[in-house]
């Protein structure tokens, strides 16, 4: 394929040329926006050889958008001249094929192809079977759930303790499936663990659920109702994910904690992660010192990706707010919606009582249990309302923060290179001085300090190369998984809103006969 | 701003009142409506083949002031105490559209001109339903009156409909506005004397019960039904600043979800004021006109109270030998408006019931053919948005694939 051929295989990681790199990685992003920019064909925008033509892309965008219909994207592609039959038919092969498959392992093993022992194949269907191939070898690495939240102890020292059951092909871990108990700390305590090691790398490292003391107080004295059944479902749910994130992500998969946490049977209980330790001031000072310094730093960067990729990920975060402020809003209002039309079938019902005409009563105490049943529909909807999406929003708020995190571990990595660097400058300054002033003893010290300085230059512009590049690859990683994640969710809500229209559609024709029966 | 409302929408509008023009002696509509700041100018028509009227064919603009004169005056009439006179057309409420505008109008450095577009083009959907409604109600008040076999004939009714000055004149001023205000006053406590009347005829006292009954009940219905239907359009609301928001997002946007959103949005919006339409509008109709249902019956039961009062008096004066004639006299009239009006009573009312079971029906029926109607339109929709997403995420992730072979 023509656009293939022409993409430079993917950089060795810490690779010290980083021109092919970022090329490709700019090839890469400006795909993924082209696809996502109002484009609703996006097979033949794909096709597309990038920067060559500037002008194909205009002319198929016009023709995509007028396209509505799933099935006419094959048509359109072929209508464009650059392509050839060949790879429409292609393409509806692999899409048969990816239908069989779950979103989350494809985004896995296109991760573990971050190989140096791939190859490029000159023909098509070389090179797909051979992606097949890998596909199959790692379909299915990795499942983890959190289940069966359970309450144990009681009053003001009981916790949850939720389920957390693995199932897995990997070599590493001992079985095969297995499960452990953990309570909420246990998982705070192992993103403490993570960040500690990974952030300085560069590392995007997903953040666990936000605590909530009066959430969790209103469990712990036991009071039995939906609000705090709602809130120890909801932080299941978020725990779930959080783990999914974790185990998707390839580095950190690896890390012994995370094995530790999945497969050890008792965890020694994590401390640091209560609010009102002294672990916890201690951090809620370091993050005010950090906010600090955060505004001073500005890295005068060669690279504008890094640059234009904060901009965006903080130009998003604020998108996604806004969103969620109203989903929150739409949340609510479907929930008084509800509320109120169960009142107003109990005074329908009402209604049809003290009607006299026996078929308009009858129609309208029918017409009051539709729109009970109707209620009900609402109320669902309001759960999937918040469950798929405000979560979903709320959760990539979080990660966006961490994404904001990792620039920012970046940018001071580069800024204790500069200090290096003015530091080192500062000692050859003295050094030349005192040449100059002629003291050889302390020139003999000058002259080590200024190899030892030169000795940390040169590793702090090494770990920012490094950081540099592991961000880099990180942010693509997870800008994959995050178009991935609001699809898919975006499809469970679609068919959510589908069925309770279906049902929709049941209630009221079941009424329509009647009504059409008063006589 | 100027409305006009075509037949279509006529059609679609008559939704309350069934089959009111079936007299084509004297036929009447209101083809035309003018808006402008607070009053509303409806043109009506009159197309007639009656020879009490001047011309065959004739319009003139009214306000709605005159509507409630005209009301007023058919009420005022002693000739019909006996009959069920159609209630009067609630007065035009731009009132929460144009704070829904102002609102807009105030917000508008916030949001994206999109969405600003798209509230827009909401509102004035919105504001030009409340003027369908209006204008609907208007021409139903008039259509009723024209059908009536006695009302129609009445000479105000028929001033309404010819002179083409400016009515003004006749309307009431100050002095008589107040008047009125202390009559309903006085009113309301008659109702209160007069329910507690030993009822003779077993047919008025069974209404009297059903309808005080009925009309507490169809007043707590209209009240919680505008309640939903609110919620609803809440809903609709905030779907349209979710669309908007994601338009704006430009990483993980695409038409397909858009479309999904505005489709969601319309659905929402349109069934909510679907149902605004139909359930709460024959709700709050019937509602009016339970009321004037009831004001027939008190003022027969005035009459029954007179009546019972010129017995007292009757023989208060045989036993003092004094204006025993007068007495006799006040006594006839009194009975004979009481059976007057009982006769002409019960006719009203049994004519009342079987128009109300008959537009109820009709209006529940269309109601949940257009809920079908709807549910499955968002269905295709949806089912197809989801087919489009679907296959989008699978090429997406192998587009993935390929870039990094």
Known sequence: ?519 | MTSTIDDSDKEKALSVSVDLNNDTSLLIDIPDALCERDKVKFTVHTKTTLSSFQKPDFSVPRQHEDFIWLHDALVETEDYAGLIIPPAPPKPDFESPREKMHKLGEGEATMTKEEYTKMKQELEAEYLAVFKKTVQVHEVFLQRLSSHPILSKDRNFQIFLEYDQDLSVRRKNAKETFGSFFKNMVKSADEVIISGIKEVDDFFEQEKTFLLDYSSKIKDSTARAEKMTRSHKNVADDYIHISSTLNSLSVDDNTALKKCKYKSVFLEGRVASDQELKLTELLRYYMRDIQAAKDLLYRRARTLADYENSNKALDKARLKSKAVAAAEEQQQQCLQRFNKLSESGKRELTSFKGRRVVAFRKNLIEMAELEIKHAKVGQTGDSLLIDILLSQLKVYLWMYFKAYL
């Open chain 1, 1 to 519: 394929m023509a656009a293939s051929s022409r993409r430079n295989p993917p950089p060795l990681p810490g690779a010290e040329n980083q021109d092919p790199l970022s090329e490709m990685a700019d090839e890469d992003s400006d795909e993924g926006e082209d696809i996502f920019v109002g484009n609703s064909n996006p097979v033949a925008e794909a096709f597309q050889p990038d920067t060559a033509n500037g002008e194909e892309p205009a002319d198929l965008f016009s023709e995509a958008e007028t396209s509505t219909a799933a099935n006419s994207y094959i048509t359109n592609s072929k209508s464009n001249g650059v392509h050839s039959d060949n790879e429409n038919d292609l393409f509806a092969e692999v899409s048969v094929e990816l239908s069989m498959e779950n979103p989350s392992t494809t985004a896995k093993s296109s991760g573990a192809e971050f190989t140096p022992s791939l190859t490029l194949s000159a023909t098509q269907p070389e090179s797909m079977e051979q992606l097949e191939e890998e596909k199959d070898e790692d379909s299915f690495d990795m499942e983890v759930a959190v289940t069966n939240p359970e309450k144990i102890g009681d009053g003001m020292n009981a916790y949850m303790a939720y389920k957390v059951s693995t199932r897995t092909t990997l070599p590493m871990f001992r079985n095969r499936t297995f499960s452990v108990w953990r309570r909420f700390s246990d998982f705070l305590g192992l993103y403490e663990k993570l960040s500690v090691k990974h952030s300085l790398n560069g590392c995007i490292i997903p953040p666990p659920p936000e605590k909530s003391v009066v959430g969790m107080t209103k469990v712990k004295v036991g009071k039995d109702d939906s609000s705090s059944a709602d809130f120890v479902e909801r932080r299941r749910a978020a725990l779930e994910r959080y783990l999914q994130r974790v185990v998707c992500h390839p580095s950190l998969l690896q890390d012994p904690d995370v094995r530790e946490f999945l497969e050890r049977d008792e965890l020694p209980r994590a401390v640091g992660t209560h609010t009102l330790s002294g672990a916890g001031f201690l951090k809620m000072i370091n993050r005010a010192s950090d906010a600090v310094s955060k505004m001073t730093i500005k890295i005068s960067d060669s690279d504008a990706w890094f640059d234009n990729k904060l901009q965006e990920v903080e130009s998003e975060e604020l998108q996604l707010r806004k969103l969620h402020a109203v989903v929150d809003s739409l949340v609510n209002h479907r929930k008084e919606l509800c509320g109120n039309t169960a009142v107003f079938a109990k005074s329908m019902a009402m209604l049809g009582n003290s009607e006299d005409n026996t078929a308009l009563s009858r129609a309208l105490s029918q017409l009051a249990e539709v729109e009970d049943k109707m209620e009900t529909l609402h109320q669902e909807q309001a759960a999937s309302d918040f469950f798929i999406l405000a979560e979903l929003l709320a959760d990539y708020i979080r990660l966006l923060g961490a994404v904001r995190g990792c620039f920012e571990q970046r940018m001071k990595t580069w800024q204790r290179w500069q200090e290096a660097q003015s530091t080192l400058q500062k000692k050859r300054e003295v050094e030349a001085k005192l040449l100059w002033a002629n003291k050889p003893d302390k020139l003999q010290q000058a002259k080590e300090e200024i190899t030892e300085w030169e000795g940390k230059v040169t590793q702090y512009e090494r770990d920012f190369d490094r950081i540099s590049v592991t961000v880099r690859k990180e942010f693509l990683r997870f800008e994959k998984e995050k178009s991935n994640d609001f699809k898919s969710q975006i499809v469970k809500y679609l068919e959510s809103l589908l069925q309770s229209q279906q049902r929709h559609v049941k209630f009221w024709e079941a009424f329509l006969p009647e009504a059409k029966a008063i006589a």
